[in-house]
């Protein structure tokens, strides 16, 4: 079946560091792949998200490309600040009419 | 208007009751969903609707009941509660199934004493 693999947290970056949180998939067909964002005491939300092989999905300065041929999706952002410390989750879809979600990596970014 | 509410925002019960969580969305979407969020914040789908009918029922104990009355209601019952099921319940729903995003509510924090 579809499964996601996130790269295990907590993260801990100083304000300012590069962030990269890994996400490999593996999925029959050509599944959507999508980044959320769970802020603290919060529901999920979209970051961002790609369709297809080679898009590339942006928002808020993160960055993901969908790379078919390393069936990856990481997600990158050059700059961090305080506010971007929260869980994120990288996830696939369609599969069976479902979506399929990695285990989350928590991110804390310190002054 | 909130896209995707829940109530109540907060649930603490006695192991043996019974609750409800009721969650609405008013974005005109097909599908919605319930997941189970642990303290280790590891998402579980349990269920998911599309247009009032059940089309995933994960392996989740029989008491819990998904009740659809539209495409713009899920409710989630539980009968019988146990320390177990103390987590956050997560309401969500897409258009077209998983291809699109979905959108979450703010969750339900339930805790069984």
């Known amino acids: 079946g579809d499964s996601v693999t996130q790269m295990e947290g907590p993260v801990t970056l100083s304000e300012e560091a590069f962030l990269t949180i890994n996400c490999t998939y593996t999925a029959t067909g050509y599944p959507s792949l999508f980044w959320y964002v769970q802020y603290p005491g919060e529901g999920l939300q979209l970051l961002l998200k790609a369709t297809k092989a080679d898009d590339k999905g942006s928002n808020k300065g993160f960055e993901a490309t969908y790379r078919k041929e390393t069936t990856s999706f990481h997600l990158e952002k050059g700059s961090v600040q305080v506010s971007d410390s929260a869980v994120y989750f990288c996830a696939l879809g369609p599969g069976a009419g479902k979506s399929t979600f990695g285990d989350g990596t928590t991110l804390t970014v310190k002054p | 208007d909130t896209a995707v509410s829940q109530t109540p925002k907060y649930l603490v019960t006695q192991m043996g009751n019974d609750k409800s969580i009721k969650c609405e969305q008013n974005?005109?979407?097909?599908?919605m969903y319930w997941y189970k969020q642990d303290s280790k914040k590891f998402l579980k789908i349990m269920f998911s609707?599309?247009?009032?009918?059940?089309?995933i029922n994960e392996t989740v104990p029989n008491r819990f009941s998904p009740k659809s009355p539209d495409k713009a209601h899920l409710n989630l019952h539980i009968n019988s509660l146990e320390l177990g099921d103390s987590a956050v319940y997560f309401c969500?729903?897409?258009?077209?199934?998983?291809?699109?995003?979905?959108?979450f509510g703010p969750g339900t924090r339930l805790t069984v004493l």
């Open positions: 609707y599309n247009n009032k009918e059940l089309i």
């Open positions: 974005l005109g979407h097909d599908t």
């Open positions: 969500a729903s897409s258009q077209n199934g998983g291809a699109n995003e979905q959108f």
